[in-house]
């Protein structure tokens, strides 16, 4: 059973801190790993996905995936009122499908 | 990225009924995902609607209860079957992106409530 897993929150921090979000999985053949953020009410829209072992940065989100861990975070700095959502980490082997987290709810605190 | 229409966005069904869900794609694309996300949980993936195919369902979810229809490249339809409340969810159309390989957009979901 190909698992992804994240804490469920809610992660609180204050206006402007930085947000860490965490996310594992057991597939080691994995090979794309994204984010998505889930306002409430609203559907899944991407916002970072990255591909190979390291960092990559795109305003103020950072994505972070460490292959060997089997692991990859999301780092949102000077966070944001608007920033307030769920953040769903997904997992894919090409030809196969997504595995989706469960999500973690952020809150930041203006 | 690619625009998906979904209808209805919301209704509330008696148990018992059916209810079919319309997705329409901007563009032609080869394979359309239905996924489920009950309250408070994440995506669960239904199944993949490859156009001109039978569609291909994961573990747990079966054509008699989700049959879905793929006439052509850019539009899919979804049939909850005999819903129960268990069945309320949202459901979700999905399509992957043309440029970047195993990028997902989704339309806005359709909120059931089944009575």
């Known amino acids: 059973q190909k698992e992804v897993e994240q804490n469920s929150g809610p992660l609180s921090v204050p206006e402007g801190a930085i947000a860490s979000l965490n996310c594992t999985y057991s597939?080691?053949?994995?090979?794309?790993f994204f984010w998505y953020r889930q306002y409430s009410g609203k559907s899944p829209e991407l916002i970072m996905s990255i591909y190979s072992n390291g960092d990559k940065e795109d305003g103020r989100f950072t994505a972070q995936l460490n292959k060997a861990s089997q692991y990859v975070s999301l780092l949102i700095r000077d966070s944001q009122p608007s920033d307030s959502a769920t953040y769903l980490c997904a997992v894919n082997n090409y030809g196969q499908n997504f595995v989706f987290g469960p999500g973690t709810r952020l809150s930041v605190l203006p | 990225s690619a625009v998906i229409s979904q209808k209805p966005s919301r209704d509330i069904c008696q148990r018992g009924t059916s209810l079919t869900i319309q997705c329409q794609v901007d563009?032609?694309?080869?394979?359309m995902f239905w996924y489920r996300q009950q309250p408070g949980q994440s995506l669960t993936l239904i199944a993949t609607a490859n156009q001109g195919s039978e569609a291909t369902y994961e573990s747990g979810f079966v054509i008699d209860k989700f049959p879905i229809s793929r006439p052509n490249l850019t539009f899919s339809t979804l049939t909850v079957s005999n819903m129960s409340p268990e069945d309320s969810s949202i459901y979700l159309c999905?399509?992957?992106?043309?440029?970047?390989?195993?990028?997902?957009?989704f339309g806005e979901g359709s909120r059931l409530t089944v009575l």
């Open positions: 999905s399509v992957e992106s043309q440029v970047h390989t195993g990028e997902l957009f």
């Open positions: 563009s032609q694309v080869t394979m």
């Open positions: 597939d080691r053949g994995s090979q794309s």
